[in-house]
Each structure stands twice: as structure tokens, then as C-alpha cells.
């Protein structure tokens, strides 16, 4: 794959980067916050795989990347359970709402 | 050539599916393109010659995280309204920010002279894989199932009702 470089896989990380990032600071829907984060970690994904395989003959690109995919599950778990959480004391899932802590 | 190609297509697919995630007023068709977006992300890791990676995506994102998070959209009921969708920050900061990052990260990216290594593996990956998380990594592999561990049992301690005495 000659015409390919690094900076290809690194600008399509970025942009979803960025648009991870915008989903994060205009939602106020916590699950959408939610999502915003799962782009972001698939975008820092994407920089870690490509460093591997440009990187040559080594894998821990690779690995890292398996780690990072196993805390976005943890996340996505404990993140989700807290909202529905939210969801049933509030009836709401709105951020702005859950502000004071207390049931 | 056709990877070129197969590239820009897989781009597309993971940038547009994204763009309906971040822009959609829709909470609901924010998390069904999700799928999308995975779906390109694993393309992009198979053009990456990451075949077990791009498996472990398949399984966990969109077989795990993607069906989660689709089945808390809809428990949350009234999620649809577009006034509990509304936005937290204004859209004119949130662009300013992302584009001040964008900006230097960019920089960033095309300014520093990356390592290219001359010859480039595409070797199936999981052999080697494997053997890293059992010899190398083997104490953040041993964390990380205790990480699990605790995430499931905290979820189940967050989410479960109390008794009624």
C-alpha cells in the first residue's frame, strides 16, 4: 500500500477526534455524552493501530488497543448503569438536572 | 491503488456516521449510525492488517457496547424529545474549541517526522498477540480482568433496586 501514509490513518483519527469532542460539550443527554466518549476512544484507536502497523514488526500497538477497547467496556458498563440510575431518581437524564448528588 | 480507494471509502463511511452522532437532534439516530461508525473503525483496523483487533471491535463494540447502549436509549423513556436532547454548551463555542484543537493537532500531525519502517508486516497477528499478554504485559492483562471484575459487580451494585423491608 504505497500511496498510504501515516498521516492519512492520523488525520481520519483526528477528525473523529474532534467530532467526539463536539458531541461532549454540546449534549446534555448524558448517553449521548456517553457516545461522544466512544468516538473519541475509537479515534485514539485508530492512532494506535497505525502507529503499529507503520511502526514494523512490533504488536504492541495492537494490545494497547485491546486495552483501551476493554476499559471502553468497563466504561460504557458503569457509565450506563449510573444514568439509568440517574434515570430513576430524576426521571430525567439530563446533566444539568443530577447536579446536587442526592436521591 | 485500491487501497486508496477501499480508504477513503471506509473514511466516509466512519466520518459520516459519525457527523449524524455528534449533529443529529435525534438521540435515537445518534446511537443506530454508531453502528456505522464501528463498522468503518473495523475496516480501517483489517486495512491495517490488525485482523485480531478488528475482531475483538466486532465482538465487544458493536456486539456488546453498541447493543447496550441502544437498549439504554430506549429504557430511558421520552428520550426522543428534542428538548431533553438540547445542547449543553452553545454550538458556536463547542466549534471555536474543537477548531483550536483541530488546528494544532493538526500541526501536529504534519509537522513531526514520524518513523516509517521500511518493511511493513502483515503477518497474522493473534499468535503474537497472545504471547505479549502472557509474557510482557502480563501484569496489566491480570489488572485488567480485575478491572472488569469490579465494573461488573459495580454495575450490578449501581443498577439493582433495594429490598423492601
Known sequence: ??????????????????LGTYCVLTRRNAIGILMGVELILNSANINYIAFAFYGGGRYDGQVFAIFVIMLAAAEAVIGLAVVLGIYQNFKTIDVGAAQTLRG | MLAEVIFYLLAALTLGSAMIVAFSRNIIHSAFSLLGAFMGVVGIYLLLAA???????????????????IFAVMLTAGIADVTISNRAV????????????GIVMLFAVYRTPWHHAEKIAVDPTTYAIGNAFLTEYVLPFEVASLVLLTALIGAIVISRHEAKE
Open chain 2, 51 to 69: 485482523d485480531f483487533v478488528a475482531m475483538v471491535q466486532l465482538l465487544i463494540y458493536v456486539g456488546g457496547i453498541l447493543v447496550l447502549t
Open chain 2, 90 to 101: 452553545g454550538r458556536v463555542p463547542a466549534l471555536v474549541t474543537i477548531g483550536i484543537v
Open chain 1, 1 to 18: 500500500m504505497g500511496a498510504l501514509t501515516l498521516n492519512h490513518f492520523l488525520v481520519l483519527g483526528l477528525l473523529l477526534f474532534l
